[in-house]
């Protein structure tokens, strides 16, 4: 009952695990994510819920682990919205291959575009939401009211949002979108991520009033037989 893609044509990048492979062993790991979240924070009665997806540094995976997650509730059949909210260094778009001359950035200056929002063909009930041109003041823009209106109006319409992030090293922008979704999990990459760094990034995020409800390890060494 999953959708997913199949056929020469690739739509989606080869990135977008669940898309191609939903019943690989990595699809299982994502739908064993998504059903740990369900249980610790989207279990709220059916009630529109929404996350960020944060890391300490670039290259860790988050980008990546949003982007499947948001496929990985639409083929549970929630009505998803991936926000990518890293107004510095975007990635959403280059995933679903969506246009990005118009995004997030062009809904928080009030340039109003009806069609800022993709569907991803061939996975019903998800819809993304590029980042758009990056501003010159990326941390300004995010801090205003607007991005609060924009998540209250989703969630009029989509059951679950993804929020992918921009890497605390680059500036407390994660931290906000935190804030406005009011829970976060928290993404770390083996033999790349510091135990300092990960810490300082949980702490803001307490901090900033949202609630940390998991983290999620990337490139877990093997171990013979398992």
């Known amino acids: 009952d999953y959708p997913y893609l199949s056929g020469p044509n690739r739509p989606v990048s080869d990135e977008i695990v669940l898309a191609y492979r939903p019943f690989s062993a990595d699809g299982e790991r994502l739908r064993a994510l998504r059903s740990q979240l369900q249980m610790r924070w989207f279990d709220e009665g059916g009630k529109s819920t929404a996350i960020s997806v944060v890391s300490a540094v670039r290259g860790e995976g988050r980008s990546h682990l949003a982007a499947n997650l948001a496929v990985a509730f639409a ?11 890293d107004l510095r260094n975007s990635r959403q778009h280059k995933l679903f291959k969506v246009d990005n001359q118009i995004g997030l950035s062009s809904l928080l200056v009030g340039r109003m575009q009806p069609e800022v929002i993709k569907f991803v063909p061939g996975i019903p009930g998800l819809a993304v939401l590029p980042a758009g041109p990056m501003p010159p003041n990326p941390q300004e823009l995010l801090s205003r009211a607007a991005f609060e209106r924009i998540l209250e109006q989703s969630m009029a319409t989509f059951n679950v949002i993804v929020v992918d992030t921009p890497a605390f090293e680059t500036g407390p922008d994660c931290t906000m979108l935190s804030r406005f979704t009011g829970a976060a999990i928290a993404v770390a990459r083996t033999n790349m991520t510091r135990t300092s760094a990960l810490t300082n990034l949980v702490e803001s995020i307490a901090d900033s009033g949202a609630q940390v409800v998991g983290s999620v390890l990337i490139d877990v060494p093997s171990v013979k037989g398992k």
């Open 75 to 85: 083929q549970a059949g929630d009505r998803t919205l991936l926000i990518d909210g």
